[in-house]
């Protein structure tokens, strides 16, 4: 299995601008997870989801923030418009199990600058 | 906030030498996950120690847990430099399904 693919790897724009962060999960994981990673916070779960449903999206900064899932193989992290506080980067995981029970798989990342 | 905070912030040591971090969180916990991640990669699951259990073993690793003093503690043996990384300690609130991560420690084995 080729693990959890995220895309763009690195991505740089500028304030105001729409960005989508995207993850493909591996194969058969009921869960998929979207994390923020920042020096100052540290790794911030923003939402996830449980086959292909919301479960908790307590996490998410603001309605600048939204996330989808319109499948079992896709989700997207979506902001709009971004502002420089936005720049982190952006982790998505699966778990076969619950968060709290199994193992969470992770991908490289997204690198987010909004300049 | 269930987030668990790592001791100490970072850690340098020789290699060969035996590397010890620790974990303290706030509530209640089902289970408590050790992750590494290296620079400017992701985080990689590397054990899961249940809240009934007290030490687990796994290779290199052991960790510990005690649930009276809301703590664990992740040892690395004979450290080599390929450890370098950051280590989070990850624990659920008793009930949900999701992780809270710690702080980390910035882990450096000194060739």
């Known amino acids: 299995d080729a693990g959890v693919i995220q895309s763009p790897r690195h991505e740089v724009t500028e304030m105001g601008q729409e960005v989508t962060l995207r993850c493909k999960p591996i194969s058969g994981h009921d869960y998929l997870f979207w994390y923020r990673q920042t020096m100052m916070r540290g790794l911030e779960l923003l939402i996830y989801?449980?086959?292909?449903?919301?479960?908790?999206d307590s996490g998410m900064p603001e309605d600048r923030f939204s996330a989808k899932m319109p499948n079992a193989s896709f989700s997207t992290l979506k902001i709009q418009p971004s502002e420089p506080r936005d720049s982190a980067v952006y982790f998505c995981?699966?778990?076969?199990?619950?968060?709290?029970?199994?193992?969470?798989?992770f991908g490289e990342g997204s690198r987010l600058t909004v300049l | 906030s269930q987030q668990g905070e790592e001791d100490p912030q970072a850690l340098s040591i020789q290699e060969g030498e035996n590397a010890t971090m620790n974990c303290s969180y706030k509530t209640s916990i089902n289970n408590l996950q050790w992750y590494r991640q290296n620079s400017g990669r992701g985080l990689v699951h590397l054990i899961l120690i249940r809240s009934n259990e007290r030490e687990k073993h796994s290779g290199r690793l052991r960790v510990t847990l005690d649930t009276s003093k809301k703590s664990s503690s992740l040892l690395i043996t004979a450290s080599r430099a390929a450890d370098t990384a950051s280590y989070f300690c990850a624990t659920d609130a008793a009930g949900a399904n999701n992780l809270f991560f710690g702080t980390g420690t910035r882990l450096t084995v000194i060739p």
């Open positions: 989801f449980n086959n292909n449903v919301p479960i908790d």
């Open positions: 995981a699966s778990s076969l199990l619950t968060g709290a029970t199994g193992e969470l798989f």
